[in-house]
Nanobody, 120 residues
């Protein structure tokens, strides 16, 4: 089991910045690929960004490319999402995800989420 706790959400004006953190515990953090997803009211959960276990490869949704940066600190068991130039459409609950594939089995863990609200 991996326990994930997100923090750093809040209310910010359009054009502002926030940094989300996700602290992991329970298993070897550096074995897991990490990701951020978000879910706006009335919408499905969508992919935002991901980073592989070593931190050397990242991926972003087109809607956040150039504005958001994902990073990780394996010594601190934490993954971050730096969000800049925020827009009202970025308003959502942001979820942290840890995943890995072992022997053909995929292991997925989720945090409880943190609310991000961007006012216009």
């Amino acid at each position: 089991q991996v326990q994930l706790v997100e923090s750093g959400g809040g209310l910010v004006q359009a054009g502002g910045s926030l940094r989300l953190s996700c602290a992991a515990s329970g298993r070897t953090f550096s074995n897991y690929n990490m990701g951020w997803f978000r879910q706006a009211p009335g919408k499905e959960r969508e992919f935002v960004a991901s980073i592989i276990w070593s931190g050397t490869i990242t991926d972003y949704a087109d809607s956040v490319k150039g504005r958001f940066t994902i990073s990780r600190d394996n010594a601190k068991n934490t993954v971050y999402l730096q969000m800049s130039s925020l827009r009202p459409e970025d308003t959502a609950v942001y979820y942290c995800n840890a995943n890995r594939i072992v022997g053909g089995n995929k292991y997925d863990y989720w945090g409880q989420g943190t609310q991000v609200t961007v006012s216009s």
